[in-house]
């Protein structure tokens, strides 16, 4: 199959992966790696904008997103897969760009605000974004599967390929497009839908990591937030507990939502919970047998980040080449 395009995503290694990093990101690389020419990465330097939280456990969760991307079912052999700081094209592009976006555009993006708001950040958090547009297009990506809180972070990507190109007069980037999912691109905590699903939040009772135990998958789902209404009906606005638990139920279970509707029209939140924790629990098992499978074994995931690596420096050695070059950086010979 012709490939429709170059796509790059990543993966922050800062813990425990979870089923909202499953269903939004990861189920949707599966299928993405038999469609484009897929680069996936463990975006390790973006985890430092955090130095403490991950100083203790970085190479760990190095490896055990990189194990849960295989798990999860990326193929080495179909998608590339590479660790960020081992290609230093990255970081020097995205200082490359930092000149071609202004400081009250990157002040605006909403995730370092909430993080601001909240304690003290690093000037690392502050320059994420740029990172990320580094990321991006170095490859010349014509689509980026994103999140819609990560969104926001695409179109200053986008202005800056659009301030770049306008300075020069000439298309030194491609202008990526995004993909969002309809479904299950932003799960919900099961103890309160009205956050998303996220391993910063003290309360994991609401979180399904991928790694749990049946019977944590079992208490979390039988005690997830639904209503008083006991109909399986999907409403965000009225209904998000149940709601989110129809995205969960959707997305692995392949099912549209309205099937869901019909199937349980006159069944109570009990047999909708108890098919739910099969279906979850049944995606689980596989995930985990092959993530212990393959966790140990150093060698092999030593031998995809190679191929990874290879790959994405003969792609970006090329960009960054041309960039100098129309920038003027280049040693005339």
Not at 16 to 39: M, R, S, V
Not at 201 to 230: C, M, P, Q, W, Y
Request: charged share 25%; with cysteine.
């Amino acid at each position: 199959m012709e490939s429709k395009g170059r796509i790059f995503s990543g993966v922050k290694p800062t813990g425990k992966l979870h089923l909202g990093h499953y269903i939004g990101i990861l189920l949707n690389w599966e299928k993405l790696q038999y469609e484009y020419d897929c680069i996936f990465s463990v975006v390790d330097l973006h985890a430092l904008t955090d130095p403490v939280k991950v100083k203790d456990n970085l190479q760990e969760n190095i490896y055990h997103v990189l194990a849960m991307f295989i798990a999860c079912g990326i193929d080495p052999l179909k998608a590339h897969i590479m660790l960020q700081s081992e290609n230093s094209d990255h970081a020097f592009l995205s200082w490359i760009l930092q000149n071609y976006i202004g400081y009250g555009q990157v002040k605006r993006m909403t995730q370092f605000k909430d993080q601001y708001q909240k304690h003290n950040v690093t000037n690392g958090l502050f320059n994420y974004p740029i990172l990320m547009a580094a990321d991006i297009l170095l490859y010349d990506c014509a689509y980026v599967p994103v999140g819609i809180d990560q969104k926001q972070h695409l179109e200053l990507a986008r202005d800056m390929v659009d301030r770049f190109n306008s300075i020069y007069g000439q298309q030194g980037f491609k202008s990526p497009s995004p993909l969002i999912n309809k479904v299950g691109s932003k799960v919900k905590l099961l103890s309160d839908p009205s956050k998303k699903m996220s391993k910063s939040d003290n309360n994991e009772k609401g979180i399904i990591f991928l790694l749990d135990k049946k019977e944590d998958v079992i208490s979390k789902i039988s005690r997830a937030v639904t209503d008083g209404e006991n109909k399986i009906k999907y409403d965000e606005a009225n209904k998000p507990g149940v709601s989110n638990l129809m995205q969960i139920y959707s997305s692995i279970g392949e099912i549209e939502i309205s099937e869901i509707e019909k199937k349980y029209e006159n069944l109570s939140y009990q047999d909708f919970k108890k098919d739910l924790i099969d279906i979850v629990w049944n995606r689980l098992d596989k995930i985990q047998n092959k993530y212990y499978s393959i966790i140990d074994d150093k060698e092999y995931l030593n031998s995809v980040l190679d191929s990874g690596l290879e790959y994405s420096l003969f792609l970006s050695n090329k960009k960054v080449e041309e960039i100098k070059k129309i920038i003027g950086l280049k040693r005339l010979n």
